[in-house]
């Protein structure tokens, strides 16, 4: 029984993470102003469409969905190209993030748009004309800058049982499996910033995936 306890226990410690994650703070404004001006420039480098290019002379929007992101990255030029593409798009949200909470220190509110500025300019490169890609890698990246493991680990493992067992089109599988994450952020990371953020980086998810958040629902048969 005691065992049984402290297995819950440690459970409890892996999923719950460090608390409190933010604690109210006064960063410097110029700081925040900063790491949100950072956050957006890193975003807005498509690398994806550096990488095509430089390796295959194709353009990953000619493909696909026609959005500048790794997938087509990785339809035009590889697997190799692709994963090295999603490294890069997951490392423009990370940077910036994890810089600016671990290493200088910004907490509360402030966070808010350092996490939302590499999605923005990812999703709305001026490199690109202000349209570029879906963001779920930066998505990966600006929430592992912020909690390291826990939030890219947990939605990647809600994504893959969703895609095993429920079968959803892939734009309701995004959506269900980020709702799942506001879930675990409201139990894991009861912050009002985190939560905003979350919900902020939700909005940015469907904003992107309009188009494609109409019946049916499910996969069909055929495919």
């Known amino acids: 029984m005691e065992g049984a306890?402290?297995?819950?226990?440690?459970?409890?410690?892996?999923?719950?993470?460090?608390?409190?994650?933010?604690?109210?703070?006064?960063?410097?404004?110029?700081?925040?102003?900063?790491w949100t001006v950072v956050g957006f420039v890193m975003g807005s480098l498509p690398f994806a469409v550096l990488l095509a290019?430089?390796?295959?002379?194709?353009?990953?929007?000619?493909?696909?969905?026609?959005?500048?992101?790794?997938?087509?990255?990785?339809?035009?030029?590889g697997p190799v190209v692709g994963l090295l593409a999603v490294i890069?798009?997951?490392?423009?949200?990370?940077?910036?993030?994890?810089?600016a909470y671990w290493r200088w220190h910004v907490t509360g509110w402030a966070i808010l748009p350092i996490m939302a500025a590499p999605l923005l300019g990812h999703m709305f490169s001026p490199f690109l004309r202000g349209r570029g890609g879906k963001g779920i890698a930066v998505t990966f990246g600006v929430w592992m800058g912020l909690t390291v493991w826990r939030v890219p680990m947990f939605f990647g493992l809600v994504l893959c049982l969703l895609v095993l067992f429920v079968?959803?089109?892939?734009a309701w599988t995004l959506m269900l499996g980020w709702f799942v994450i506001l879930v675990y952020l409201l139990w894991a990371y009861p912050s009002a910033p985190v939560l905003v953020t979350g919900i902020t980086n939700y909005g940015l998810l469907i904003q992107r995936h309009i188009q494609d958040l109409h019946p049916p629902f499910f996969k069909t048969r055929q495919e």
């Open 5 to 34: 306890i402290a297995d819950a226990g440690t459970l409890y410690g892996f999923l719950h993470g460090p608390q409190p994650l933010l604690l109210p703070g006064e960063p410097s404004l110029w700081t925040a102003v900063f």
């Open 53 to 77: 290019w430089l390796f295959a002379r194709r353009d990953p929007r000619d493909v696909g969905d026609h959005y500048p992101g790794s997938a087509n990255a990785w339809r035009v030029a």
């Open 88 to 99: 890069l798009e997951g490392m423009k949200g990370f940077i910036p993030v994890a810089l």
């Open 167 to 170: 079968r959803l089109e892939d």
